[in-house]
């Protein structure tokens, strides 16, 4: 079984302090490491180092070493935290934010420091080596694809800060997030079961959504073989996304009238405030959003020899996600009738329009579309990683995400809108998304380079390719997603080729100093746009984008000064961020919306510096993180949402942006000599436009979606050796959602709030029966009910109760 070095090592003191027993009795729950050894300087517990919980030998040594880092235990995952799906690891970690409106939410973006969720792309994700943020997707709707890992196979996350590691490339900007995930060291079974209950009330609903989460696993190691095979379902009921609404409520007539348009008197819309402090009228929403997902896995390894481990790992997944049952507000003055959209002419002008309380606005065919998407997945790949001679170790992962069908369906209007029937079938369009990514990856490191103990190498070479297309078809019936006239088709791969080195020499006691290079190649392959529906003449109608190629090379440097139980470190890195298939080729026209890529967007370049200072407390630390970043022709989604539907997304490069901030951690297990766990921890951030020429009055503006405050905290007492409360709190400040900085209204739709969010957990284990280990679990998130918005509204009182079986 692979467990973090710093669990193995807390585990042992935890053995220790069992038999010699000291007035505080160390945890096993600690997510840090107790106060170092000189000798064991050159392998902290940060990310990439691997343990054999029967040798205790790190797999690989920690080539990441001057990147700032936490870990996150399964143990503290299962006692703390409210956990229905596996970014819910994260949530109480500095700097780190990740959009899910609900539970089981397919669009769960995560930012991390100066980065925010339109910047997916600046975040790496990967489990077991293997990646599963979006390699090709940019954008708030490009989330990692966390339903690909139960949240019952973590054994540790590991989370770093920054692009300090010549071993990842610019994607890196945010950070890195690694999920470590186990495998039995002898029979096991697992059965686990959550139910899920959101208390809605908002938008003229009052009701409890409802969902349920249930985990079957069963693994087993027959000498040096081990196999681990797990199916995880969650369905889950959110609240709806979208409120239905004009743009601007006016109390003239609208601009886009027929002729002798009537007027019809409606109750019932509701007037609220616009983001920028205007008006708009709401008349109905976008339906209860649902999320269904099956997940099957299969998990083999073999121990070629005692610290060399092969392991193979093939994941299929079935997403499904639909609202079908959109609310309407608005009802006929003179009969009471539920009114949707309005008729309109062949000339696509407005016939009628409504009126309430002195404004008068217009409701579009759209408004009240249907959606349902089906996506079918598979996830493979082959690892070798540990010891290949006596100083040499290597860590080599291929793997290929395939998500072989993705489709998803979309009406122009609602089935009880007469406006929106055609022969009395609903209509709408059906867009087929091909993506897929390969990856291959090797790293070869030594801590003995020449057989000198103070010289430590790492290189290797990565391949990453990613393919994204899109192709838009009419459908004459909706509900049974019939094909007609293909639209638009849209999409290219890219390709990247990196080398990478990365050399640390420990010249003093204490002191270390360390040099990489990055070489990346990029190249873009088959860029296309083929607009159907534009006339034969038409120039934009067929666009074949030539194919190019870029390569840049990134430097990175550290020196670290370490005495007893201190350690201070400076990080700089070069870094290049080249752009996704998504961001250069996906241009297309749908019922939701539309999209303009840009394909001669060049890599964003940036400056990246971080100084630490870090304590290492008894079960526990005390650590600050300085950084200061300055980015180049920083790629940012652009699309000006309007409540009446989306506007055109685009992506621009912004000029220059800095950034600005400190991050502050305070971690303590058994605090104060009692049996209880502390986590506190706030980043300060300061990000803003420098220059842009293309737009010179976007200077000295905030960066959107991106607070200047956060705080976490967090605190756990063991009432019992059975019995743990959990109380925590997430402190969010108000920040701008649009770049122009003009949106000042809080809690409303289109904006990004300030938030106090307090969650509870507690965990009551039962006696052991039979080799059977039970655990219950309750908890509440968001207790204060808090309605908020990050764009779409987030969850409001959300309560859980879950029973778990092991063997």
Same mark, same amino acid.
């Given at each position: ?14 053995? =220790? ?37 029967? %040798? *205790?030998?790190? &797999? ?27 970014? @819910? ?12 409106? +609900? ?33 090709? !997707? ?6 990692? /694809? ?89 369905? !889950? $009921? ?33 007037? =609220? ?13 976008? *339906? ?8 099957? &896995? ?10 060399? $481990? ?33 008729? %309109? ?21 759209? *408004? ?11 996830? +493979? ?20 995400? @395939? ?50 103990? @103070? ?39 890219? $390709? ?56 840049? =090379? ?38 939701? *919306? ?12 940036? +400056? ?92 000295? !503006? ?5 607070? /200047? ?61 039979? !080799? ?36």
């Amino acid at each position: 079984m692979k467990i973090p070095e710093q669990l193995a090592k807390t585990v042992l003191a935890f053995t =220790i302090a069992s038999v010699v027993g000291p007035s505080v009795k160390a945890d096993p729950r600690t997510t840090t490491a107790p106060a170092k050894d000189k000798a064991q300087d050159s392998v902290q517990t940060l990310s990439e180092v691997v343990v054999d919980s029967e %040798t *205790g030998k790190p &797999k690989f040594p920690n080539t990441a070493k001057a990147t700032p880092s936490l870990t996150v235990n399964r143990a503290d995952i299962e006692t703390k935290v409210n956990e229905v799906t596996i970014e @819910d690891a994260l949530r109480y970690l500095p700097g780190v934010n990740v959009r899910r409106r +609900y539970p089981g939410d397919a669009n769960a973006p995560i930012a991390m420091r100066g980065s925010n969720i339109t910047q997916s792309a600046h975040t790496m994700v990967f489990a077991d080596g293997m990646p599963i943020y979006n390699m090709v !997707n940019a954008g708030h709707t490009a989330a990692p /694809r966390w339903s690909m890992v139960a949240p019952n196979e973590i054994e540790s996350v590991d989370v770093l800060f920054g692009p300090f590691s010549s071993q990842y490339d610019g994607h890196s900007f945010g950070g890195v997030v690694n999920f470590n995930t186990r495998m039995p060291d002898k029979f096991e079974a697992e059965m686990s079961a959550t139910g899920i209950f959101q208390d809605m009330h908002r938008g003229g609903r009052d009701q409890v959504l409802q969902g349920f989460r249930t985990f079957v696993s069963g693994g087993d190691r027959i000498d040096k073989f081990r196999v681990y095979l797990s199916y995880n379902h969650m369905e !889950n $009921q959110g609240q709806p996304m979208d409120p239905i609404g004009t743009s601007t409520a006016s109390r003239g007539l609208p601009s886009n009238l027929a002729a002798g348009a009537t007027a019809i008197p409606v109750t019932g819309a509701q007037l =609220i405030p616009s983001p920028t402090g205007g008006r708009n009228f709401i008349f109905g929403d976008s *339906g209860i959003d649902r999320a269904e997902t099956d997940l099957f &896995k299969l998990k083999t390894s073999y121990d070629l020899t005692d610290d060399l $481990q092969a392991r193979f790992t093939i994941a299929y997944e079935e997403r499904n996600r639909y609202n079908n049952d959109p609310l309407a507000l608005s009802k006929s003055s003179a009969t009471g009738q539920t009114l949707f959209s309005n008729s %309109t002419n062949n000339n696509g002008r407005f016939t009628n329009y409504y009126t309430q309380d002195g404004y008068n606005f217009t409701v579009p065919l759209n *408004g009240f579309r249907l959606q349902e998407q089906n996506r079918q997945a598979l996830n +493979y790949g082959l690892s070798l990683k540990g010891k290949i001679s006596e100083r040499w170790h290597i860590d080599t992962t291929a793997s290929f995400y @395939d998500a072989f069908k993705d489709t998803s369906l979309q009406s122009r209007g609602a089935q009880l809108d007469p406006n929106a029937l055609v022969a009395g079938q609903l209509p709408g369009q059906i867009t087929d998304v091909s993506t897929w990514w390969a990856t291959y990856d090797l790293k070869l490191a030594t801590d003995q380079l020449f057989g000198r103990d @103070d010289l430590s190498f790492m290189g290797g070479y990565q391949l990453v390719h990613g393919n994204n297309n899109n192709r838009v078809y009419d459908s004459s019936v909706y509900a049974s997603g019939m094909r007609g006239n293909e639209i638009s088709d849209s999409g290219g791969q890219t $390709q990247t080729n990196s080398l990478f080195s990365q050399l640390e020499w420990r010249f003093l006691p204490d002191w270390s100093v360390m040099a990489g290079l990055r070489y990346d190649h990029f190249q873009t392959i088959g860029g296309h746009f083929y607009n159907y529906n534009r006339s034969a003449t038409d120039v934009r109608r067929i666009q074949n984008y030539e194919d190019r190629s870029q390569a840049r =090379i990134s430097p990175k440097a550290a020196i670290e000064y370490s005495p007893d139980n201190w350690t201070l470190r400076y990080s700089f890195s070069k870094a290049y961020r080249f752009p996704v298939a998504e961001e250069l080729f996906a241009s297309k026209n749908t019922v939701a *919306g539309t999209t303009f890529s840009d394909p001669n967007l060049g890599p964003e370049n940036g +400056y990246f510096h971080n100084f630490m200072v870090q304590y290492d407390l008894h079960q526990g630390l005390v650590r600050a993180n300085f950084f200061y970043d300055q980015i180049n022709d920083e790629i940012f989604s652009y699309n000006p949402l309007l409540a009446g539907g989306n506007g055109p997304n685009t992506y621009l490069a912004i000029g220059q942006t800095e950034s600005i901030g400190v991050d502050l951690t305070y971690q303590k297990y058994g605090l104060f000599g009692l049996p209880l766990d502390f986590a506190a921890n706030t980043i300060f951030l300061n990000k803003q436009i420098v220059k842009n020429p293309q737009a010179p009055g976007l200077a000295g !503006n905030e960066w959107p979606r991106t607070p /200047r405050l956060q705080a976490n905290v967090q605190a756990t007492y063991h009432i019992l050796p059975e019995w743990d409360v959990t109380p925590s709190v997430r402190y969010r400040s108000d920040m701008f959602h649009q770049i122009t900085n003009v949106d000042t209204e809080a809690n409303v739709f289109n904006g990004s709030d300030e938030y106090t969010l307090v969650d509870f957990k507690t965990n009551y284990r039962l006696p052991t029966y039979h !080799n059977l280990k039970s655990t219950m679990s309750a908890g509440i998130d968001n207790i204060l009910d808090q309605d908020v918005y990050e764009n779409n509204p987030l969850a409001q009182r959300t309560y859980y109760v879950s029973l778990s079986v092991k063997y």
